[in-house]
């Protein structure tokens, strides 16, 4: 049984920036992709960014340029910089474990808890 704890989130003006982090329990991390996913309020849960086993990321449009994910296998831990944080960025945080096939990634139902982002004046 896989266990993600994410943890870094918290409350930032805008242009300010976090880092989360996800840890993964087992020992099977660096055989799986991850992904950030975030909901905010009144919507849909999206993929923010992916990173397969090798190191190759991916990101909505709407982060590109502003968050980067990494991850450090030897720690189990996948990470997202998020910089020049916006207002619209306000989301709750998960990090999931999946897979990628054919550039789409696709999510195992391990989820961690959850990180609040908030980004207010």
């Known amino acids: 049984q896989v266990q993600l704890v994410e943890s870094g989130g918290g409350l930032v003006q805008p242009g300010g920036s976090l880092r989360l982090s996800c840890a993964a329990s087992g020992s099977s991390f660096s055989l799986y992709a991850m992904g950030w996913y975030r909901q905010g309020p009144g919507k849909q849960r999206e993929l923010v960014a992916a990173v397969t086993s090798d190191g190759s990321t991916n990101y909505v449009d709407s982060v590109k340029g502003r968050f980067t994910i990494s991850r450090t296998n030897v720690k189990n831990t996948v990470y997202l910089q998020m910089n020049n944080l916006k207002p619209e960025d306000t989301a709750v945080y998960y990090c999931?474990?999946?897979?990628?096939?054919?550039?789409?990634?696709?999510?195992?139902?391990?989820w961690g808890q959850g990180t609040q982002v908030t980004v207010s004046s």
């Open positions: 999931n474990m999946g897979q990628t096939y054919s550039g789409s990634y696709y999510p195992y139902q391990y």
